[in-house]
């Protein structure tokens, strides 16, 4: 009998790292990995910055290498010309012809080695305007990204401006500008905000009426009923107002027929007596 | 006991929505700051706090240009600023009506609690849309549409 020849031994890390090889092997052949769906790697070539409102706007140009690219969130890795390195969500992207896409970028960790700049920085939220020009084979691209950036210290500044007599001051400035396609903007995402409100306040209610053991079961009903069509009224806002005012009309009707019942209960009977009519 | 009048002053707004639809740039903007005022004062505790200063940035950011030069090359940038700030108050509005009617739906009735969960499910999945830049998915508009047709609203 031939003596089985020795295995090469092997180091705990050579063993450890073939493990990991093999993991990793796994994952970059997972046809439905975990983890972000869009993985992008992005490395800036120019970067030109500037202020305006308050937030700073900024003009990227970048190569860029997708490591996966299925629709969804996407996470990406910047590594910036000076070697520190930025974490950023793009929460989604809308085309908008002419193979520009307008993106809303969500919460990022940036970290800076530039002397003058602060070590982490970080951002809330951000809408970019992009295009980029893709290898299909390579999966990499040279992009462009005109963003704003925001955070919640811009949000208090701006707020701030709004002080009585500066929206009307504003207005009398503003009479002769351009401005009227953005205040219409504002105006059609301020409704379903309204809307909004009164449905939170009144499922709120609902809430308190049903905690309420003093409250009737009809009280109860109603108020449960009034959230639901308050809610709907945020998506179908005028079917919800009728809704509502149908409501009312029940609740009227059913407050005026216990009136009335009580009130003939309480009053004597009038006219002649019963069989002499 | 009957039901108040929870929200009179939001109530007129909505009212007036459809009435300043074609109205002046000044009528507008005066709108707009009380709506802002109004959500302020809703007492929605954090989220309607967090949708007011939302609303009152992009009032601000209208203010500052107003202020300013009024150059239409800004333009792009102050609807860019606009447009994030107000979907950030809507964000925040979609996630408290999901979670007042998650709660409502703990508490309803029997017959109304599929609605009540419904309803939160259909408003989760709007903000989500919202947080990815999309319209509003049908799945959440075909479950509200339902309600709708149910309730004869």
Known sequence: MIPEAPKPSRSIIGEVFDRIGKTVNRLKHDPDPAGPNRLTHERPIIESKGSLFGLEFGLTVSELHQIRTTEGIELVHVVNPDGSSNLELVLGRKNIGKGQRIELQGPAINTSYTPGNMPVGARFLGVGLTSDVIDEKSQEAVSYTLEVKATERTAFELASLVAPGAVAGAAELLSQSAVGAVVAEMFAGAVPIISGVIAISSARWAIKQLKDPEATTATKAFAVAHAISDAVRVVFPIAGTLGNAALVLVAAGTALYARKKAQRAATPPTGPPDGQA | ?153
């Not at chain 2, 700051?33 to 109004?38: I, Q, Y």
């Not at chain 2, 998650?102 to 919202?130: H, N």
């Open chain 2, 1 to 153: 006991m009957d039901r108040p009048d929870l929200s009179p002053r939001l109530e007129a707004l909505l009212t007036d929505a459809r009435a300043l639809e074609g109205s002046d740039l000044g009528a507008r903007l005066a709108w707009l700051e009380a709506v802002a005022d109004a959500t302020d004062a809703a007492a929605l505790g954090s989220q309607g706090k967090a949708a007011a200063l939302d609303f009152r940035a992009a009032l601000g950011a209208i203010i500052l240009y107003a202020r300013g030069k009024q150059d239409p090359a800004d333009l792009p940038a102050l609807e860019a600023t606009v447009r994030m700030f107000v979907t950030r108050a809507q964000q925040a509005t979609f996630g408290a009506l999901a979670g007042a009617y998650r709660d409502l739906a703990k508490r309803a009735p029997a017959d109304d609690r599929a609605e009540c969960a419904a309803l939160a499910q259909a408003f989760t999945e709007m903000k989500d849309a919202i947080t990815q830049g999309g319209p509003a998915p049908k799945a959440a508009l075909d479950r509200l549409e339902m309600i709708r047709g149910r309730r004869a609203l």
